[in-house]
Structure formats: structure tokens, C-alpha cells
């Protein structure tokens, strides 16, 4: 019978490896094939049971042999049915449950021998009875940087500390808040919560909002607020200084209208327009160089994002030159990220909000 399932290594993130061993059964005797299959039942939570999702992976063994399976992709197609907003969940974010089932399948003396010892972790009649991870993924460096068994999760934002973070009045601050103690995989205890604090007339100066803390300068025309998914899989908030550029993009389709000719009609081209999104390049203003790091390699890397136009939280695209310069002391420029934001929509934001 399969033997030891075991967690080899992991952390509670399952943008990263998780990884589980298995120990093949021994057999005596020659088998014309031997595998070790593993099944992964896993569900986010909340949903029904008719939404589970059960992914079979399998590998050759030889006898006694032991295999490592990585199941993080298996429970990452689960964290794919959850939809995101520009407004996190009232309560907390779901974890994602899963199980696993080992067992041997091998062929001897033209005996095919299927489902052979199965074993199941949790175990049958043990309470929990899933183990519980949660979105985001670590970035290489701190996977480098950890334990080879592991790693755990405590802090769910990569903003630095070493300067505080601007914002304006009128603003509102979205901040994912620290569990009270390091969550280890498997046993996450809670999904997570972020909080939403609004920045208020009369507040300036360095304020705490949401636990955490920022300076406060007075309201600002030429600022935009960004809601966007960080590298936890939570939904955080930013604000940046100035619009230095917007551009348009149109798809034009061009069709030849044909009608009857007359000595003074004759055939004229139609001309289908359509895509006509904004691009508007933004700028992060003077920054640090934690800060600009920070920028660069998590806000600008974000999957889901929203701006702030008017009253509305307009879905769009972050995206990054192919070069972003990031600080440059040969030419003595100023520490800031330049970036550019594609609007979802069609259309100006700013006529809309008019009508």
C-alpha cells in the first residue's frame, strides 16, 4: 500500500510549491507497470459541495520508491473561481480546503491491481477534515531566503516602512491586516481581512488608519487612487501623484458601401470604429528607493486593478515599459516609477460621469 503522505514542503500560499511525498508500495515480484496516484479534492470555501474540483496526478514508481507530487497548481484552478472587486469581502477572504488520497495501481502476471492500499490525509473520521491554504504566492527571494521545509505567513502587504506612505483627503486607504500569529500550511486558521478607512477632512500630518501609518496632505486634484490585487491575493490600495500623459487607441475597420452608381453617386467606403479605450501614463512621484522597489515589483506587477475617476472605480490594466528605469544616479534624475494604465472600458471616463 502507498505509505507516508506526507508534507514535504510548502507554505500557505498556493501561488507556491506545495509539496506532498508518497512511499510506494513494495512488491514482491515483477510488475509490467507500477504507479503511485494521488487525488486532490479541493473546494473554495463557501462554495457547495457540486463546486468541488478533483485532480488526479500520477507518477511511475518503482518498488518502495518515494515520489513528491507539487499540488499548488491543483489548488490555484480552485482560487481561480473567486471574483475580485474594487470592495473586499465583508468578512473575510476564503481559504482553499482541499484532501488527498494515495494509492498504488500496478499490473503483474497480466493482473491488473487498481486502488491498491488507500490511504487518506486527514485521515478517515479526523476533525478538521480538510487542511486549509490560502491565495497569494511568495517571490522567489523570500522562497530563497526560507527554510527548505517551508515557509510561513504572517504580514499580508510588501509595503515598505522605511518612509510613510502619502495620501490625500478624500481619499479612502484599503489595508490587509497581519494575522495575529505565523499561519503554517495546512492549518491556516482564517482567511484573510483587509480594512477600508476613509481620509477625512481635518486629518493631516501622520495619521493610523487601519492600523497602519500615513501622512495626510490636503485634497488634491491631480491625484488617482488604485485598488489592485497584491502578491497575497488581497485587495490593498494606492495612491500616485500626477497624470502626465493620456493617449487613445481605436480599431478601425474599413468596408466598401456599395450602391448603384449614377453619373453624380458612386460607391463609397464605410468606416467601422470601434476600442476607443485610454491609455494615461502615470507617475508615481518622488519616492525612496524601498518604496520605488516596491513599485516596481509588486504594484506594477498586480493581476486586477481599479482607478478611481470621479465617484466611479473604473477596471483597468497596469502596465510596465518594457524598461522601467528604476533609480539612476548617473543622469541625477528623481526616484520615481513611471507606468502606464489601460481603462477596461470604452470611451472617456470623464464625459461619462457628466451624463
Known amino acids: 500500500m502507498a505509505q507516508g503522505l506526507l508534507l514535504s514542503s510548502g507554505s500557505p500560499l498556493i501561488g507556491s510549491p506545495i509539496v506532498y511525498q508518497v512511499q510506494a508500495a513494495?512488491?514482491?515480484?515483477?510488475?509490467?507497470?507500477?504507479?503511485?496516484?494521488?487525488?486532490?479534492?479541493?473546494?473554495?470555501?463557501?462554495?457547495?459541495?457540486?463546486?468541488?474540483?478533483?485532480?488526479?496526478?500520477?507518477?511511475?514508481?518503482?518498488?518502495?520508491?518515494?515520489?513528491?507530487?507539487?499540488?499548488?497548481?491543483?489548488?490555484?484552478?480552485?482560487?481561480?473561481?473567486?471574483?475580485?472587486s474594487y470592495t473586499p469581502p465583508q468578512t473575510n477572504y476564503p481559504r482553499i480546503c482541499y484532501k488527498l488520497s494515495a494509492c498504488d495501481e500496478y499490473m503483474q502476471n497480466g493482473e491488473t491491481h487498481d486502488n491498491v492500499g488507500v490511504v487518506n490525509s486527514p485521515a478517515d473520521g479526523v476533525t478538521p477534515a480538510w487542511y486549509y491554504n490560502i491565495m497569494g504566492a511568495f517571490s522567489d527571494l523570500e522562497r530563497l531566503l526560507s527554510p527548505s521545509a517551508g515557509r510561513s505567513v504572517q504580514r499580508l502587504s510588501r509595503k515598505p516602512s522605511s518612509a510613510l506612505?502619502?495620501?490625500?483627503?478624500?481619499?479612502?486607504?484599503?489595508?490587509?491586516?497581519?494575522?495575529a500569529t505565523a499561519q503554517t500550511c495546512e492549518v491556516v486558521s482564517a482567511g484573510p481581512t483587509v480594512q477600508v478607512a476613509a481620509v477625512t477632512q481635518?486629518?493631516?500630518?501622520?495619521?493610523t488608519l487601519a492600523g497602519r501609518q500615513f501622512y495626510v496632505i490636503p485634497a488634491a486634484s491631480d491625484r488617482?487612487?488604485?485598488?489592485?490585487?497584491?502578491?497575497?491575493g488581497v485587495l490593498e490600495s494606492i495612491s500616485v501623484h500626477s497624470l502626465r500623459r493620456s493617449e487613445m487607441n481605436v480599431t478601425t475597420e474599413e468596408n466598401i458601401r456599395a450602391i448603384q452608381e449614377q453619373f453624380a453617386s458612386m460607391?463609397?467606403?464605410?468606416?467601422?470604429?470601434?476600442?476607443?479605450?485610454?491609455?494615461?501614463?502615470?507617475?508615481?512621484?518622488?519616492?525612496n528607493p524601498d518604496w520605488q522597489s516596491w513599485f516596481m515589483h509588486e504594484f506594477l506587477m498586480c493581476s486586477q486593478a481599479w482607478i478611481h475617476v470621479g465617484t466611479a472605480w473604473i477596471p483597468c490594466h497596469i502596465l510596465p515599459d518594457e524598461t522601467v528605469t528604476g533609480l539612476n544616479r548617473v543622469e541625477n534624475d528623481i526616484c520615481e516609477t513611471l507606468f502606464s494604465v489601460r481603462l477596461d472600458i470604452n470611451g472617456s471616463p470623464l464625459q461619462s460621469l457628466t451624463v
Open 224 to 232: 488617482y487612487e488604485f485598488r489592485f490585487v497584491n502578491g497575497f
Open 165 to 179: 506612505e502619502v495620501v490625500a483627503v478624500g481619499e479612502s486607504v484599503v489595508v490587509p491586516q497581519s494575522y
Open 267 to 287: 460607391s463609397r467606403a464605410s468606416v467601422h470604429k470601434s476600442n476607443d479605450y485610454e491609455v494615461w501614463k502615470l507617475s508615481s512621484g518622488p519616492l
Open 202 to 207: 481635518g486629518m493631516s500630518g501622520v495619521q
Open 26 to 84: 513494495v512488491i514482491a515480484g515483477e510488475c509490467a507497470f507500477h504507479r503511485v496516484k494521488l487525488t486532490v479534492t479541493a473546494v473554495l470555501e463557501g462554495d457547495p459541495v457540486s463546486r468541488q474540483s478533483v485532480s488526479v496526478l500520477s507518477s511511475p514508481a518503482e518498488s518502495g520508491e518515494t515520489l513528491k507530487f507539487d499540488i499548488s497548481s491543483c489548488l490555484r484552478a480552485v482560487a481561480e473561481n473567486f471574483e475580485h
